[in-house]
């Protein structure tokens, strides 16, 4: 990372992240089978991440880092490779708070992206190689196999603000009702800085019974519920274009995620087909 990064607050945030994915790279490489007390956090067996509870509803706006609401939560990291290449800060870094209320689990994250790509405008096409945020929810965290099924959703919100995940078909469908998404760039005057984006999420939780068929009422949160989750980014910048794709045929440069996914064939890409490799939240109050 330069010296000459115009945020401090950025400076500081990206070494507390470069030092955890060290600490736990180094905690994984010794702990062997961890006990869920003692796993490092960032993985499936942890223990659950504490989410404060706020009475007042935050509002989605995709604006401020100093809300007064969200100091009562605690950034945590994005480190983690799931698909392509690992970038350089620049190209990607991510962080994220949550809270909760009855209604809603609550994101706020603050998102470098050195170049932002939609260039499919069909929201339900090939919408993992757009740039996406995506929440990983498992409400009861059941875990288990959930591509197509609603036991858990991956929603991947693009960057027209809209969620999509595998139906109960097995095709994509828009969940714009679960998810209330909002994001801005963060307005700048020294030139070199990144602009990050903030990206609000306020998120509905649904039942393992939820179909599509038959959508169910969105659950009421409770303190000390216990759910499955994880966050990604899917960061394409279109770098492939420059070796004769067409902006349409663009892949996925960068798949990061909050949680080490123990890689199957080497493959840590298991996210959208199975909740149990989700981290744990448990509601605080
Ligand atoms: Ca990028
Ligand atoms: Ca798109
Ligand atoms: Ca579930
Ligand atoms: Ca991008």
């Known amino acids: 990372m330069p010296h000459t990064t115009p945020s401090r607050t950025l400076t500081s945030w990206v070494g507390l992240a470069a030092a955890s994915v060290a600490l736990t790279c180094s905690l994984l490489g010794h ?10 956090s960032g993985t499936a067996a942890a223990a659950p991440l504490a989410v404060a509870y706020s009475a007042t509803a935050p509002t989605i706006d995709g604006t401020n880092l100093d809300d007064a609401i969200w100091q009562q939560a605690t950034w945590q990291p994005m480190p983690y490779l799931m698909a392509g290449s690992k970038p350089q800060s620049g190209d990607f870094t991510g962080r994220f708070r949550l809270l909760w209320d009855e209604q809603y689990l609550y994101l706020q994250a603050e998102i470098v992206d050195d170049v932002l790509w939609d260039s499919r405008p069909n929201p339900l096409e090939a919408y993992w190689d757009d740039d996406a945020l995506e929440v990983f929810i498992d409400s009861d965290a059941s875990g288990g196999k959930h591509f197509d099924n609603h036991s858990a959703l991956a929603y991947h919100v693009a960057l027209d603000n809209q969620a999509v995940d595998i139906g109960d078909d097995g095709k994509p469908h828009l969940y714009n009702a679960h998810v209330k998404s909002a994001w801005q760039r963060v307005a700048s005057n020294n030139p070199e800085a990144p ?10 939780l649904y039942p393992n019974s939820y179909t599509d068929a038959k959508p169910l009422a ?51 890409n298991r996210g959208y087909l199975d909740a149990s490799v989700f981290g744990k939240l448990r509601l605080s109050k």
């Open 31 to 40: 702990s062997g089978s961890a006990q869920a007390s003692t796993a490092p």
């Open 195 to 204: 602009y990050p984006i903030i990206w609000e999420l306020a998120i509905r």
């Open 218 to 268: 969105p659950l009421t949160l409770q303190a000390n519920q216990t759910i499955g989750f994880m966050l990604a980014y899917c960061d394409n910048d279109g770098s492939d274009v420059s070796t004769g794709k067409t902006p349409s045929q663009s892949v996925r440069e960068h798949f990061m995620g909050s949680h080490f996914i123990q890689p199957v064939n080497g493959d840590s």
